[in-house]
C-alpha cells in the first residue's frame, strides 16, 4: 500500500505535467509492458461497493484505467486498513487529478470561446475517470475534504511516530491548502489570513529545506504556484496605497508587505536556481522580479508584472499565473506560452545527451567513466569525487 501511494502521489504529478491527455504519453509498452490480471475477484469491502474500485493491489496494478497513472476514486485512500501517511498520500494524489481536471475544462472553455466554438459541437474532450469519480461522490471525494482528510491522517500517523517530521507531506498539504482557500474578500483582496499563513508557510519551508524541490510528486510546481499566489497578494497590497493623496499603507499592512516581500524574494532566489537545473519539459514558471526602483505614487505599472511569467506547460499550473485575466486574454496567453515552451523545447539539448539540459558536466563525466574502468581504487574514488562536485 506504501508502494502504491507513492506511486499514485507521483502520477499525479505526470497527470498535471501531460494535462491529463493519454494521448500525449510517450509510447513504453515495448520497455515496461502492462500489468495483466489474473481474473478480478468480487468487490468485498463497503468501500470498494460505494466507489465500485478495489482496494487489492494486484487489482489496482492491473486495471486497464491505471496502465499509465493511477486515476479515478483513490484506491489506498478508502481501504481503511492501509496506513495512514499512505492514505494520505493517495488522497492529495485524488486531490491534485481532480483540480487538473477542472483546470483543463476551464481552459478548453477559454479556447472554445476565443475562437468562436460552441462548447456542444463535439471538440469537447470527454470527463476524466476521476472527474467521474469525484462527481458521483462529490462529498467524500472533492479536493477540499480530501486535503482535509490527508491532514487529519497526517498528524494520526504522526500521533504514533513522533519523532517524523514529514516536511515533504506538510508542504504539499499546506499548498493545497492555500489554493483550495476561495478567500471571501474584504481580507487583502480576497487573501484570508490563513491562505496567507498557508502561502508563507510553504514559501518557508522551500527555503529551508530546498532538498524537498527534488522529491517525487509535483512539490516543486506547488511551491512554484505558491510563490505565484504570493505575488498577486504583493500586488494587490500594492495597489492599495491612495495614488492620488500619496497616503502609504497602514503600519499592519506595510509590516506585512515587507514580510512578505523578504519572503518572496529568497523563495524567488532558491527556485529560478532549481528550475535551471531541470530538463526544459519539467520546469514550472520562470519567477519575474518586483519592480522596486518605480515609485508606488508615480507609476501605474504592477509590483510584479505577472505577464512577463515564463509559464509552465501545465495548464493547472498557467492558472495561478492567470487567474487575474479575462477569458479570451488567458486564452491568448496560453496558447503564446504553448508555442513559447515549444520552442524552448527545439532549442534544448539533443534528446541523445540526457544530461545536457541539467547545466552541468555531469553527462560528459559519465560519459568518460566507460575509458576509466581499469584504474585503482584510488583513481576510482577521484572519479567519483568528480561526479559528486559535479
Sequence with gaps: QQL????????????????????????????????NGNGKRPLISTAEKK?????????????????????????????????????????????????????????????????????????????????????????ELCPRNMVLSAFTLLRQSEATNKEDKHHGHHIVISAMDAFLDGGEGGEDDGFTDSQIQSLLSVANTTINHPHLLYQGGPTYHMA???????????????????????????????????????????????????????????????????????????SSRPFIDLGQTQMCASRGCQAFVLMACSPCVAAERALAA?????????GSPDEDDVHG??????????????????MDDDALLSVLGKIVAA
Design 4 to 35: 502504491l501511494a507513492a506511486i499514485s502521489f507521483h502520477d499525479s504529478w505526470a497527470y498535471m505535467i501531460y494535462n491529463a491527455k493519454e494521448s500525449d504519453l510517450p509510447s513504453i509498452d515495448d520497455t515496461i509492458p502492462q500489468v
Design 51 to 139: 466507489y465500485q474500485v478495489s482496494t487489492d493491489h494486484a487489482e489496482i496494478t492491473s486495471d486497464p484505467n491505471n496502465q499509465m497513472w493511477i486515476q479515478g476514486p483513490p484506491p489506498v485512500f478508502i481501504n481503511n486498513e492501509a496506513p495512514p501517511l499512505s492514505r494520505s498520500l493517495d488522497a492529495l494524489a485524488c486531490a491534485i487529478r481532480s483540480c487538473c481536471d477542472h483546470a483543463n475544462r476551464r481552459f478548453e472553455g477559454f479556447e472554445q470561446d476565443a475562437v468562436g466554438r460552441s462548447k456542444i459541437d463535439g471538440t469537447s474532450t470527454s470527463p476524466s475517470v476521476t472527474s467521474c469519480a469525484v462527481t458521483a461522490n462529490e462529498n
Design 224 to 298: 512554484s504556484n505558491a510563490a505565484i499566489l504570493i505575488c498577486h497578494l504583493l500586488n494587490g497590497l500594492y495597489a492599495k496605497r491612495d495614488a492620488t493623496s500619496g497616503q502609504p499603507l497602514g503600519e499592519m499592512e506595510c509590516a506585512l508587505f515587507d514580510e512578505v516581500l523578504d519572503t518572496y524574494l529568497a523563495v524567488r532566489k532558491v527556485l529560478n536556481a532549481h528550475r535551471r537545473k531541470v530538463p526544459v519539459f519539467l520546469r514550472c514558471h520562470g519567477l519575474p522580479r518586483p519592480n522596486l526602483i518605480c515609485s508606488p505614487y508615480t
Design 338 to 346: 504553448q508555442k513559447a515552451h515549444q520552442q524552448e523545447m527545439e
Design 357 to 374: 539540459d541539467l547545466g552541468s558536466c555531469v553527462g560528459e563525466t559519465l560519459n568518460g567513466l566507460g575509458d576509466e574502468l581499469d
